[in-house]
């Protein structure tokens, strides 16, 4: 099963195969590849899966993933 995990573009650099984003993820900041995504921009969400943003998704789209990954936290913690 892959996973990939919206998160919000903070800021861009470079072109086509060399452009780099730095996404943040509920806080945790990581530089992403947005080769494959030329649309997405700054304050636009992606979904990224293995270092590469795959697709652009809605604020609300991501809002929704970001409560259910919450739940499944808590249902870990629960079991625990």
């Known amino acids: ?21 730095k996404v943040s993820f509920a806080g945790i900041v990581k530089n992403i590849n947005l080769a494959y995504v030329p649309e997405a921009g700054v304050g636009d969400y992606v979904l990224v899966h ?4 795959i697709s652009k998704v809605d ?10 990954l919450q739940e499944m936290e808590e249902l870990v913690e629960d079991e625990i």
Do not use: H, N, S
Not at 1 to 21: H, N, Q, S, W
Not at 59 to 68: G, I, L
């Open 1 to 21: 099963m892959c996973l990939a995990i919206p998160g919000k573009v903070l800021y861009t650099t470079g072109e086509d195969f060399e452009r780099i984003g």
């Open 50 to 53: 293995v270092g590469f943003a």
């Open 59 to 68: 604020e609300k789209e991501a809002q929704r993933v970001f409560e259910y």
